[in-house]
């Protein structure tokens, strides 16, 4: 259920960008309204749990900035320069001054640690995409992968950077460091293109689902990863089955 809301909303958003024909300011506070009653729904229809909601921030900046660039007609190379320039300054106008005792947990997370989580990697134009995601995915269907172990490349080299703030969240700091250095280590051993590396990727499943250890952050930003591949490319390499 989740999933078809934040599939509307992303088809909404594309279209209200495209629409719009003032600011790039006046664009993130039509998002910024949508985003609203688009989380209120999430959290409808998934009873009141708090899921999914970096990735309906982050796909819905790109959704609309992506209409928005069609409607301008602007290539795909104008999309992140266009998102870091309406982005301008969101950390400092959302984190720095906070109401302490009504913080999300991101809010709460910055108050913390300084984790500027999703809101920065908007704000900076996906740096960790830009410069991991995207460069390993990319790597990985010229070795000839399969879409799932491109996937699964692309994703352990987010971990080895991102602050994923979904780990610190359901265990702390400590564990997110340790993650890091997991995912460094089975790219060390050659990712999915090893057997040591898909060795050492099985084994951190099990630890990680034992430890109850989520990088959703990192999985949001994978799936900013294949929107922006896709944008680029139109299709991947190869046929999902």
């Known amino acids: 259920m989740s999933s078809a809301v934040l599939s509307k909303a992303f088809n909404d958003l594309q279209d209200i960008g495209q629409a719009h024909r003032g600011t ?131 994703l352990i080299a987010l971990m080895t950077v991102v602050e994923d703030s979904n780990v610190i969240w359901r265990t702390d700091y400590d564990t997110l460091l340790e993650v890091q250095r997991i995912a460094t280590n089975i790219l060390s051993l050659g990712s999915v293109f090893t057997e040591k590396g898909r060795m050492a990727i099985a084994e951190t499943e099990r630890y990680f689902l034992q430890r109850r250890i989520s990088p959703g952050g990192s999985a949001d930003l994978l799936s900013v990863t294949i929107t922006l591949y896709l944008l680029e490319h139109k299709e991947f390499p190869q046929d999902i089955f």
């Open 24 to 154: 790039l300011a006046e664009l993130f506070c039509k998002l910024r309204s949508y985003g609203v009653g688009a989380e209120e729904e999430l959290l409808r229809v998934t009873k009141g749990v708090n899921t999914q909601r970096g990735i309906l921030f982050a796909g819905g900046i790109v959704s609309a900035v992506s209409g928005y660039a069609m409607n301008m007609g602007l290539s795909r190379d104008a999309l992140l320069p266009l998102i870091k320039e309406m982005a301008a300054g969101l950390v400092a106008k959302e984190l720095k001054n906070l109401d302490h005792a009504a913080m999300t947990a991101g809010e709460k997370l910055y108050y913390k640690y300084g984790i500027t989580g999703i809101r920065g990697e908007v704000e900076n134009g996906f740096p960790s995409v830009v410069n991991y995601g995207l460069p390993a995915l990319e790597d990985a269907f010229d070795k000839g992968a399969t879409i799932n172990d491109a996937l699964v490349h692309a």
